[in-house]
């Protein structure tokens, strides 16, 4: 299960139950809106009228969801692998694609979209972050760095090996943040994005699944601790500020206009105010 949030919906990729939308205009009760059953959907990105499905059987799926309430279908285009992440920008959609590495899909007619580019990597792409023409893809044992300048001409920039395995990336600023797995969470500089370096590193207490940051903070899915709120004003020593035991293991976690949206691993969803983040 994993999340993303607009300003007045709450879009949950829920698994084999695909994906539910909730109205979070009060974010103390949210409310189910619309659905979309689909195959597996591991991860979700919405922008502007459309949301992006990486569904992990059937690859790329596009929804109109100018009606929260009443998504509709408008086109899809198988990947190679298993999708486990997506990214949109512009006329694109980029794929974490499990075995199949990084895919760029042309979504210009989002009722048609079609493969513009792959590129294989050593292991299996779980998660993407994009910052600028560059795209972070966690590969369970590495970094991969590509140049996605030119979406029909992905170009490998490089790669790094973090402590432990990154299973997510989020871009922040800066600086790229790897949720390690039982190697905590792991900070790098991009003022040369090409070339991250090594800022530092929290340790968790358990496997961190999902990072998110903004501004001073971090916020960790963590399978023990479940959410984390750590300070990252000196990323050479990031220090824990606060967490919160949710009733179930966490998969996801995301951050907008100080709530914590968190998902649960086997069903349900938390949102938290973080106003104070001690408390």
Known sequence: RSLWITPNYAFVADGQAGMEIY???????????????TSYVKKCDVVGSYAYAATWETGLQVLNVQDPDVPIWLGSVDTPGKAEDVKAIGNYAYIADRQSGLISINVATPSAPTIADSYDTPGFAKALAVFGTYCYVADYN???????????????????????????????GTRLYVAASGAGCHIYDLIDPANPSF??????TGSVKAVVASGNYAYLADDVADAVIINVTDPANPAFVSDYEVEDAVSDIYFSSNFLHVSHQFGGYTVLNVINKSN
């Open 142 to 172: 590495s970094i991969q760095i590509f140049n996605i300048g030119n979406p029909y001409n992905i170009g490998f920039v490089g790669s790094f090996t973090p402590t432990g395995y990154p299973v997510d990336v989020f871009v922040e």
């Open 23 to 37: 109205n979070i205009n009060d974010p103390s009760l949210p409310i189910p809106a619309g659905d979309f059953k």
């Open 199 to 204: 800022a530092g590193t929290y340790a968790s």
